[in-house]
C-alpha cells in the first residue's frame, strides 16, 4: 500500500498527523483525490492501512489516491519542501479565510482527540489557521476540517481537479 516519496509533487498536500480513526481518513483520502491532492499520513496510526472501516470510507476511490506514509512530519516536510505548511488548529487565532494558498503548500492536521502539540502551534502561529466556528461546537469532525480547508485552498489556487 505505501508508495516511494512522489517524483512530480501535487499542486496540494493533505498532512495528517497521527490519524487515530480509520473512517475519517477514508474520508479525507476520498476529497483529496476528488481534489487531485496527496495525502500524507504521519506514524504512529491509530488503525492498520488495511482497515475495513478505512476502505468503506474511501470506497474505490481509495486506488486513486497518491498516498505517502512517513514516520514524522519533518520527513514529509523533507520531501515536499512545500511552499507553505499550515497548521490547522481550533487554538490558532487566524481565519482559514484570511491565508493565501498557492501550489505546493502543505495543509497540516492533528490527531482527532488533541490536535497538534502546543509548541508546534507556538512555533508557527503565522501559519496556524482556525476554521471559525460557534464555541458551542467546540471542533469540528477531522473530515469535515480538512474538506473546508482543501476546498478554500482549491479554489485560491485556481486550479480545477482533474
Avoid at 492536521?109 to 508557527?124: D, H, K, M, N, V
Wanted: with cysteine.
Amino acid at each position: 500500500m505505501e508508495k516511494p516519496a512522489p517524483i512530480t509533487l501535487r499542486p496540494l498536500n493533505v498532512i495528517l498527523v497521527e490519524p487515530e480513526i480509520a473512517a475519517n481518513t477514508g474520508a479525507i483520502g476520498r476529497t483529496c483525490v476528488a481534489a487531485g491532492a496527496a495525502l500524507w499520513l504521519v506514524r504512529p496510526l491509530g488503525f492498520h492501512l488495511d482497515d475495513r472501516h478505512l476502505r468503506r470510507a474511501g470506497l474505490d476511490y481509495w486506488d486513486h489516491l497518491d498516498l505517502r506514509v512517513v514516520n514524522s512530519l519533518n520527513e514529509a516536510e523533507h520531501a515536499l519542501k512545500p511552499s507553505a505548511l499550515w497548521y490547522f488548529s481550533t487554538k490558532a487565532k487566524r481565519s482559514y479565510t484570511d491565508a493565501e494558498f498557492t501550489p505546493g503548500d502543505a495543509l497540516v492536521f492533528g490527531p482527532e482527540t488533541r490536535g497538534l502539540p502546543a509548541r508546534l502551534l507556538s512555533e508557527a502561529q503565522d501559519s496556524a489557521l482556525l476554521i471559525p466556528i460557534r464555541r458551542e461546537a467546540r471542533s469540528l469532525n477531522l473530515a469535515n476540517a480538512v474538506a473546508i480547508a482543501v476546498f478554500e485552498a482549491v479554489r485560491q489556487i485556481g486550479k480545477t481537479p482533474h
